[in-house]
Each structure stands twice: as C-alpha cells, then as structure tokens.
C-alpha cells in the first residue's frame, strides 16, 4: 500500500496594535513539530510598530514559509483575515490572534484529527489554557469547552472535578504538567450555541471557509468569529479535542475578554453586546438566501432547507438572550 502525502496547511496572523505579542504568536507557529505550513501574518494598518516587529523577527527566522502583508488601511478581523486567505491556498487553514500562543503540536494534532478514520469534519477544535500578560498561568482550561450550557443542571451545587485533570506542580521550577487526555468528540448538532472557545483553537477545512466567510469587511469588523464558526457548523460540523492545545492571553487589552474577575462561571466579557447576536443571526440568514444555489450545491436541497429553518428558529426563539450570553466573549 502507498502511503498518501500529507496535505499542506495554511497560517493566518492578523495583527493591530499588538507589538507586545506578535513575536510570541509567530515564533509558537515557527516551533511546530509539523513542518509542511505557509505562514501569511497581515498587519492591519497598526499605529504601533507591530510591523516592524514582525520584519525583524522574519528576518531572523529566515524561513520562506513566512511572509508579511501590510495594510496601509486598516479593514478589521475579516478584512485582514480576507487579505491572509488570498495569499494562501493549502487545503486547511488555521487563523491565529496576535497574542495567542500554540503548542509545539498543534498543527501535529489537529491534522491527525481531521484524518480520522470515523467522521470527516469541516473543523477541529480544541481547549485551551488561560495566561496573563507575561505568560503566567491563569487557569487551566475554558470551563466550558465541549458543555451544552442551556442545560437544566448547569447551575449545580457541587460538581465533581476529575482528579486527572489536576496538574501536578513542579515547585522547584515553577512549572505545571497536566496528563495527557487525548479524547475526541464529535460535534454534529446543528445548533447555534458556542461550545468552543476562540478561532485560535481551531484548524478548518479550506473549501468550508470559501463557503461561509462573510462578504461584507465593515458589517464584521469584529464579529467574524462567531459567523464562520457557526456557520461552519451549520454546515459540516466538527470534532472537539478535549485537551489544551494552545494558551489564551488575558492581558487587559483583549477587544472582548475584558473583565478583570475571573473564576468560576463568569464570562470573560463585561460588556452588554445588546441585539449584536440577532444581527449576526440576520445576516448569515441574508446570506443564505443570496447564495441558496451555492449552498444547495455544497449541502443538498434538503439540508440547506433544515440549516435555513434552524437559523431562523435561533433568530426568534427564546434562546436568543442566553444564546448572546455564551458567545459575546470572543466578540
């Protein structure tokens, strides 16, 4: 038997105002253990000197997979995003935030999780550790990662804390190790409910990208998140590694992970976003109904029609409120 080659992957960087910590980001995708990846890092018309950061550091790296892009206007989280994927083309593609950090394996773990033999998905998702702005450990997971939080039980009294999950602690040198876990779920329920944590944790199929990445820079200058990952879900659904693969930093500045009392159920947002869901919901509906043919070629007459009822049913439903509640952090 011929073993297929691997497919490539795509990196997206999109970087404003964040010279702090775009270093970082770059140098954990430069680390990664799987080394067949092109790297596109957009700096998005900083006022600061992120791009001059980024120059140095790319000069110093001297690694062709890397390349800068500099806008001279600045177009928001899906207008740079939308520069990135142009100047890529590999069949999966990663988008990386300018102060977030990956493990060594993580391009390793979600590639070998796509390529799983059960289910074919149109994304990977995995958990991911807290830091603060120096890189100190804040928290060892997002509680709610992989959780159908409009469950009856969630306001539990007591709930139980799995003893593996525990890290052991290396005081001597100030350091925490956690087991490994390794245990995938997949994630076929069509709903519009957030059960992952940022498009930092995340590697998707490109082809679903095409299909579901907004038109429209202005509309989503800072929602492009919550679009693509619902409306991937919609669409093909994923399959969630339940383990930390990357580190999400708290460091003050975060457009929406801005409350400062972290701990327990407490959202990681301080702000009151108002009908910003419904909007959201508005437009991918807009969208579908402009592309029905497009989306009835990738889908099917038949799901397409389901994916349409659904999105309407979360527009005028009940659970818009608490719907807002669960995804308005990574806003």
């Known amino acids: 038997m011929v073993n297929p080659r691997l497919p490539k992957i795509s990196v997206v960087v999109t970087c404003y105002n964040c010279r702090d ?83 060594d394996d993580f391009l390793e773990r979600h590639l070998a999780a796509h390529l799983n033999e059960t289910y074919a998905v149109g994304f990977t998702a995995c958990n991911a550790r807290l830091i603060d702005g120096q890189g100190a450990l804040i928290a060892g997971c997002v509680y709610w990662f992989g959780k159908d939080r409009a469950r009856a039980d969630r306001d539990q009294a007591f709930a139980p804390v799995d003893p593996a999950r525990v890290p052991k602690l290396d005081a001597a040198n100030g350091t925490a190790s956690w087991q490994s876990q390794t245990p995938y779920r997949l994630y076929t329920k069509r709903v519009v409910h957030w059960v992952w944590v940022s498009t930092s944790s995340m590697m998707f199929r490109r082809s679903l990208i095409d299909l579901v990445f907004p038109d429209d820079d202005e509309a989503f200058r800072l929602h492009m998140d919550f679009y693509i990952v619902v409306m991937a879900q919609m669409v093909a659904g994923s399959l969630l590694i339940d383990e930390a693969l990357y580190s999400y930093r708290l460091h003050g500045r975060n457009g929406a992970a801005d409350n400062p009392v972290l701990g327990g159920r407490l959202h990681l947002s301080s702000r009151n976003w108002g009908d910003t869901h419904g909007r959201m919901l508005d437009r991918m509906l807009a969208a579908m109904t402009r592309d029905r043919e497009r989306f009835i070629v990738a889908l099917g007459d038949r799901q397409y029609r389901r994916m349409v009822l659904r999105m309407r049913a979360a527009r005028a439903g009940p659970l818009l409120g608490g719907a807002l509640i669960v995804w308005s952090w990574l806003i």
């Open 21 to 103: 910590y775009i270093g970082d980001a770059i140098r954990s995708v430069a680390r990664q253990t799987l080394r067949d990846f092109e790297c596109v890092i957009v700096d998005d018309a900083s006022t600061d000197d992120s791009a001059a950061v980024v120059r140095l550091l790319l000069d110093e790296l001297a690694d062709p997979r890397f390349s800068l892009i500099r806008l001279d206007k600045n177009t928001g989280q899906t207008g740079a995003t939308r520069r990135g994927l142009a100047a890529t083309r590999a069949t999966f593609v990663c988008f990386l935030d300018s102060d977030d950090l990956w493990n």
